[in-house]
Each structure stands twice: as C-alpha cells, then as structure tokens.
C-alpha cells in the first residue's frame, strides 16, 4: 500500500492559464475522489468516479473543470482559463469501501 | 442535507494535558463519522472512524472519540497531548449515496490544535 499520490504538489500558473492535476490512487480501490480546500475552510467534494465512470459531479465544478480516469485507474483534473478563486488545495482520495483514504493534496496559487 | 459544525476554530492546550475537540453533525439518515488530521502544508491523514458498533471508537496516536446520537456528537478526545499533535483536525460525516455507490464526506471547518511546550 503506497498511499493515494498526487503531483505536481505544487503549481504556480498565471491567470487565463491552463493546469492538470493527476493522482494516482491506492492500487485496488476502485472509487476516486476529488476535493478542493481553500484557506480555513474543510475540504468540499467537487467529483467521483467508480472505476473510469464519473458518477457524480458537484456544483462547485464549473464548466471550466473536467477530470478524467481513463481505464479506471489513475485520474487527471484539468482546469482551463484558470481564476484566482481557484487558488486552492487540490486532494485527491480513494477508497475500496468505506474508508476514503486522501493524498498530499496538490497546491494551486494563480497570480 | 449533511452538515457538520466544530465548536472550536483553536484550541490552545499546555503539553501532556487532556484535550478535548467537539464536533457536531445533522443529518436525515444514519452516518458513518470520521475525524482526519492535516498537518501544515499536508493532505489528510484519518485518525479514527465509526461505522457502527461500540460508540467509542479508539484511533491512532492516542486518540478516540464516542458517538453519541442523542446529542449527534462525535467528540475526539485525548488523555494527554504531545508536541507533535499540534495539527488541524477536521471531523466529516458520510452517508452511502446507494445510486452513485459513493460514501461523500462533508467536512467541518476544521479545529486547530497548538500544543504548548
């Protein structure tokens, strides 16, 4: 069990620009998760899928995000015409069942 | 609708003193309950989880937490702190989502434990 693995842990990206995020989840977890935490707040589920179907999608995930797990197994979070209100921590988490289980999360600052 | 409230935003406790971090969760349907633990510039990290079962749940590095469904709490609790404690703790509910096949945590705002030398 190598943990839930995201990079770039880190990413600085000007305004208008776009980024993408990948995570890596535990081997023999089917479910993967997307959350996004802001500064002093708890984090809030953007997306799910169950092996490469995504089954559900939060409001908060506007048309200008869209993720991706070809194959079911790793995913991407891509996010275009970036904002600063996007400025956030991105976590990525799997599960097999009941647990869900984060990784190191990926920092976004845009500027 | 789920939500969950932590009372305390921070919590300042002397070391190898008890501590106490309160949470409170509504909801329609019955729960599973988590606290998670992040360290500074860190994703997180699960502390301990109710699903069902005895109402004290005990977790690692020393902390548990008991799940009471009159007062819907589920408050963490350790003996005594230690330096390396100091941390932000987050408690988060889930309910299973049947159609999606999903559990969906809905976190707190967090509580932010400084463990004073």
């Known amino acids: 069990d190598t943990g839930v693995s995201q990079n770039p842990r880190h990413k600085i990206t000007k305004r208008g620009q776009n980024v993408t995020f990948r995570c890596d989840p535990i081997s023999e977890h089917n479910r993967l998760y997307w959350y996004r935490q802001t500064l002093g707040q708890g984090p809030e589920f953007l997306t799910y899928?169950?092996?490469?179907?995504?089954?559900?999608k939060s409001r908060l995930l506007s048309d200008r995000f869209s993720a991706e797990r070809p194959k079911g197994s790793f995913s991407t979070l891509e996010i275009q015409r970036t904002e600063q209100g996007d400025s956030a921590m991105y976590l990525c988490?799997?599960?097999?069942?009941?647990?869900?289980?984060f990784g190191e999360g990926s920092w976004l600052t845009v500027v | 609708a789920q939500s969950v409230t932590q009372l305390d935003s921070q919590v300042p406790v002397f070391e190898e003193a008890p501590v106490e971090l309160r949470c409170n969760y509504s909801s329609s349907v019955s729960v599973y309950l988590f606290w998670y633990v992040q360290y500074p510039n860190q994703g997180l990290q699960l502390l301990l989880k109710y699903l069902s079962g005895s109402t004290l749940v005990k977790g690692i590095n020393g902390f548990e937490a008991e799940f009471n469904k009159s007062q819907t709490s589920f408050h963490l609790r350790k003996p005594s702190v230690h330096i390396s404690d100091t941390a932000e703790y987050f408690c988060a509910v889930s309910d299973f989502d049947s159609g999606a096949g999903s559990y969906q945590l809905t976190f707190g705002k967090g509580t932010k434990l400084s463990v004073i030398p």
């Open positions: 899928f169950q092996n490469e179907a995504q089954l559900e």
């Open positions: 988490a799997s599960s097999s069942l009941d647990t869900i289980y």
